[in-house]
């Protein structure tokens, strides 16, 4: 579950239509949601509290072997006015998930707005200790921005390492200019979309809103005189019979010969599937995978209506994103088992102002109806425009009110289950699970991770 301060800054982006799908960082990131998802270790209190549209702090207290915590500041420069507290979000926007990548209409990625310039300071003391974070986020032009991370710690090489990004990001292409004083690391990234409906085929396809996207990028420790390289594949699309989205993404790293291929597949409203199978090319050592989420329906069971803003444009709520993490301080080479950011999610898409594109009645049921598991049965119409369908069922997701979500993933080379439960308690979101793993000696099973977090946030 993310925190409140990485919920800001998914509005700070959303303000300043900058689109996080286009990062080559994320180009895994939906299965690495289903995959990879944090355990809490401990018990965890979180409270944050925005003080202005401008400003806001967090606190948080755990207490994993000892007591400790850290607090934080936030400023930025666009007023975030469209952000709500952890009574009023909704949970599917709350935590990591399916990211449904759109094409490029007209020249224009769909899922980015023609946003304002600004700025981002953030700021994390922890204790007891004195280590320190630190992001800064500068928009140089539409589609430009820096972005400066640094921790100073007295147990790292020359008490901290700090790293610049130099990113261009268009709904066509991305490229980013990095470097890092950790090894004096050089790096850059490029990623290319490859997707446009502009032009429709007269002939119904079996899927639709397809979306190629193909990146790279490079390494050189100066220091060390180490190379590095990696090549990774996004293909994004939906079913035309039904509207669920699938992603399929293959990444190799030819330097130490790993390769990963997943699948992930939203298989209804309330689900998600993903597998992920590994191999080295060296060693011929291989691993396989399996994901799943299961969203369950709030006791109300209603829709959230969407409002409209002052221009006439649609507004949602903007789901959290993610920022620099204390546990992810240096780059690493290799782009599949290692990301410098990886708990992202997906910015999902409302139907575009003043758009005609007929909704599909479902059953006679009419898309404001609040029985939602009727409706979710329901894509089965084959005279339906193809438009209808994909835009129905994602409405489908935007609008369901869900009160809790079960996540389990487990790793068949590495012996090991992961269970977690992330829902609502009064104005609280809690996140808990459980990590077990088989015993190499005993080969019986045990604990390797359990815990508790609340966060709460107004």
Request: proline content about 5%.
């Given at each position: 579950?993310?925190?409140?301060?990485?919920?800001?800054q998914?509005?700070?982006?959303?303000?300043?239509?900058?689109?996080?799908?286009?990062?080559?960082?994320?180009?895994?990131a939906?299965?690495?949601?289903l995959?990879?998802?944090p355990i809490p270790?401990?018990?965890?209190l979180?409270?944050s509290?925005?003080?202005?549209?401008?400003?806001?702090s967090?606190?948080?207290?755990?207490?994993?072997?000892?007591?400790?915590?850290?607090?934080?500041y936030?400023?930025?420069g666009?007023?975030?006015?469209n952000?709500?507290?952890?009574?009023?979000?909704?949970?599917?926007?709350?935590?990591?998930?399916?990211r449904?990548i759109?094409?490029?209409?007209?020249?224009k990625?769909p899922?980015?707005?023609?946003?304002?310039?600004?700025?981002?300071?953030?700021?994390?003391?922890?204790?007891p200790?004195?280590?320190?974070?630190?992001?800064?986020?500068?928009?140089?032009?539409?589609?430009?921005?820096?972005?400066?991370?640094?921790?100073?710690?007295p147990?790292?090489?020359?008490n901290?390492?700090?790293?610049?990004?130099?990113?261009t990001?268009t709904?066509?292409?991305?490229?980013?200019?990095?470097?890092s004083?950790?090894?004096a690391?050089?790096?850059f990234?490029?990623?290319?979309?490859?997707?446009?409906?502009?032009?429709?085929?007269?002939?119904?396809p079996?899927?639709?809103?397809?979306?190629?996207?193909?990146?790279?990028?490079l390494?050189?420790?100066?220091?060390?005189?180490?190379?590095?390289l990696?090549?990774?594949?996004?293909?994004?699309?939906?079913?035309?019979?039904?509207?669920?989205?699938?992603t399929?993404?293959?990444?190799?790293?030819?330097?130490?010969?790993?390769?990963?291929?997943?699948?992930?597949?939203?298989?209804s409203?309330?689900?998600?599937?993903?597998?992920?199978?590994?191999?080295?090319?060296?060693?011929?050592?291989?691993?396989?995978?399996?994901?799943?989420?299961?969203?369950n329906?709030?006791?109300?069971?209603?829709?959230h209506?969407?409002?409209?803003?002052?221009?006439?444009?649609?507004?949602?709520?903007?789901?959290i994103?993610?920022?620099?993490?204390h546990?992810?301080?240096?780059?690493?080479i290799?782009?599949?088992?290692n990301?410098?950011?990886?708990?992202?999610?997906?910015?999902?898409?409302?139907?575009?102002?003043?758009?005609?594109?007929?909704?599909?009645?479902?059953?006679?049921?009419?898309?404001?109806?609040?029985?939602i598991?009727?409706?979710?049965?329901?894509?089965t119409d084959?005279?339906a425009?193809?438009?209808?369908?994909?835009?129905?069922?994602?409405?489908?997701?935007?609008?369901?009110?869900?009160?809790?979500?079960?996540?389990?993933s487990?790793?068949?080379?590495?012996?090991m289950?992961?269970?977690?439960?992330?829902?609502?308690?009064?104005?609280f979101?809690?996140s808990?699970g459980v990590?077990?793993?088989?015993?190499?000696?005993?080969?019986?099973?045990?604990?390797?991770?359990?815990?508790?977090?609340?966060?709460y946030a107004?």
């Amino acid at each position: 579950m993310y925190s409140y301060m990485e919920y800001l800054q998914k509005c700070f982006y959303k303000s300043t239509g900058w689109n996080e799908d286009n990062i080559f960082s994320n180009i895994t990131a939906t299965s690495q949601a289903l995959l990879e998802f944090p355990i809490p270790n401990g018990l965890k209190l979180d409270t944050s509290n925005k003080t202005t549209d401008h400003t806001a702090s967090s606190f948080s207290l755990s207490n994993y072997h000892s007591i400790n915590g850290s607090v934080a500041y936030l400023y930025s420069g666009v007023p975030l006015i469209n952000t709500m507290g952890t009574k009023e979000v909704s949970l599917q926007d709350a935590i990591a998930g399916f990211r449904i990548i759109e094409p490029v209409r007209n020249g224009k990625n769909p899922t980015t707005t023609n946003g304002t310039l600004g700025s981002l300071l953030y700021g994390r003391m922890y204790f007891p200790g004195s280590s320190l974070e630190a992001m800064v986020i500068k928009n140089l032009t539409r589609h430009t921005q820096l972005l400066i991370k640094c921790i100073n710690n007295p147990h790292l090489e020359k008490n901290g390492t700090m790293i610049v990004y130099l990113q261009t990001n268009t709904p066509k292409f991305l490229r980013e200019v990095i470097y890092s004083t950790n090894e004096a690391l050089f790096g850059f990234r490029c990623l290319y979309n490859f997707g446009n409906t502009n032009n429709i085929n007269n002939l119904i396809p079996k899927f639709d809103n397809s979306v190629v996207s193909v990146g790279t990028e490079l390494w050189y420790a100066a220091r060390t005189m180490s190379p590095g390289l990696s090549a990774a594949f996004r293909y994004s699309t939906r079913s035309t019979s039904t509207g669920k989205p699938l992603t399929m993404t293959l990444a190799v790293n030819p330097i130490l010969g790993h390769l990963s291929s997943t699948y992930t597949v939203k298989t209804s409203v309330a689900s998600t599937f993903c597998s992920r199978y590994d191999f080295n090319f060296f060693s011929y050592a291989s691993n396989l995978s399996l994901g799943f989420e299961l969203f369950n329906y709030s006791k109300n069971n209603h829709l959230h209506p969407f409002t409209s803003l002052e221009d006439g444009s649609s507004k949602q709520t903007i789901p959290i994103g993610s920022h620099t993490s204390h546990k992810n301080h240096n780059l690493i080479i290799n782009p599949i088992q290692n990301r410098d950011n990886y708990y992202h999610i997906n910015p999902t898409l409302l139907p575009e102002p003043n758009s005609t594109a007929p909704m599909v009645n479902f059953n006679g049921i009419t898309p404001d109806s609040s029985n939602i598991t009727s409706r979710e049965n329901a894509f089965t119409d084959p005279n339906a425009p193809r438009e209808s369908v994909t835009t129905a069922f994602q409405h489908l997701v935007n609008e369901s009110d869900f009160s809790s979500v079960i996540k389990i993933s487990s790793s068949l080379n590495d012996g090991m289950l992961k269970l977690l439960w992330e829902g609502r308690f009064k104005d609280f979101l809690v996140s808990t699970g459980v990590k077990l793993s088989l015993n190499p000696t005993k080969f019986s099973p045990e604990f390797s991770k359990f815990g508790i977090s609340l966060s709460y946030a107004c």
